[in-house]
């Protein structure tokens, strides 16, 4: 049998390939879209730090919060698999109702010097 470890070869190759793209094919298109989500999210992020003082003049700290969250929660999504993320253990605590008011919005004016 001549060149018996040839084809061998050829065949563990053209296996290894076609293993390889079928799975990494899918991919591709995976790794665009958490590219993409990461984008949204940061720059959501870098939007935010920009017009903080806007947003904390027009009391709009709860629906920016929302927004952050949903595009992290998206984000992790993503990147999570699925059955680890429903699994009751690993899923996100009540979030608490920020009631606390900042200084500046109570009428009180800034406190400095103050003791």
């Known amino acids: 049998m001549p060149g018996f470890l040839f084809w061998i070869a050829l065949l563990y190759a053209g296996l290894g390939t076609l293993i390889t793209h079928l799975i990494g094919r899918p991919l591709i298109g995976l790794y665009f879209q958490r590219q993409h989500m990461e984008a ?54 009540e979030k608490k109702k920020n009631t606390k008011k900042c200084p500046v919005f109570t009428g009180k004016g800034p406190q400095v010097g103050k003791r």
Do not use: C, K
Request: charged share 20%; hydrophobic share 40%.
């Open 40 to 93: 949204d999210f940061r720059f959501s992020l870098a939007r935010l730090r920009e017009y903080t003082e806007q947003v904390a003049l027009l009391n709009g700290e709860d629906a920016e919060q929302n927004m952050v969250g949903q595009r992290f929660g998206a984000l992790i999504a993503l990147s999570a698999p699925s059955n680890f993320a429903s699994r009751p253990e690993h899923s996100a605590p």
